[in-house]
């Protein structure tokens, strides 16, 4: 795609998806599963996609985010969301944080919204770009399809936040890395 972000497809891509994106995707759900490679080292990146607590430092459509505690496992996030979505409010919980693997996945369990027994999954590669560190990110759902609409719609609107989801986080990565390319 243009923007950078694509539907996976390379073997080692498939691989990744293959074995840390596992979803049981019903008759009346929808799945995939898309890619983005950033100019910036993994550290950088996972440091922004692992905070659960965070996520408006890159998502551009959440306002605010409360969390009750610590972040971990089983832990839940009330996000408000930004005006011009269908949805003000959305209620998630953290499914899995691995440091290690880089992975994060986090399920929607209530909230004013269409997107139920919504769940998702994001990893964090390291990979080398025009001879850089750089880091590719690999984001997976699966969710139900809503009653009057098609999986095809569905899956386009998802892959529509996701895709922006993704833009935003290349963004204020790069943006960092660079800071720190100068410093």
Known sequence: MEDGTAMYGDLETVQYVRTQHKHHCRENQCTSALVKHIKAPLHLVWSLVRRFDQPQKY????????????????????????????????????????????????????????????????????????????????ESFVVDVPEGNTKDETCYFVEALI????????????????????I
């Open 163 to 182: 895709r922006c989801n993704l833009k935003s986080l290349a963004d204020v990565s790069e943006r960092l890395a660079s800071q720190d390319i100068i």
């Open 59 to 138: 998502k551009p459509f959440v306002s605010r985010c409360t969390v009750i505690g610590d972040p971990e496992i089983g832990s839940l996030r009330e996000v408000n969301v930004k005006s011009g979505l269908p949805a003000t409010t959305s209620t998630e919980r953290l499914e899995l944080l691995d440091d290690e693997e880089h992975i994060l996945g986090i399920r929607i369990i209530g909230g004013d919204h269409r997107l139920k027994n919504y769940s998702s999954i994001v990893t964090v590669h390291p990979e080398m770009i025009e001879g850089r560190a750089g880091t590719m990110v690999i």
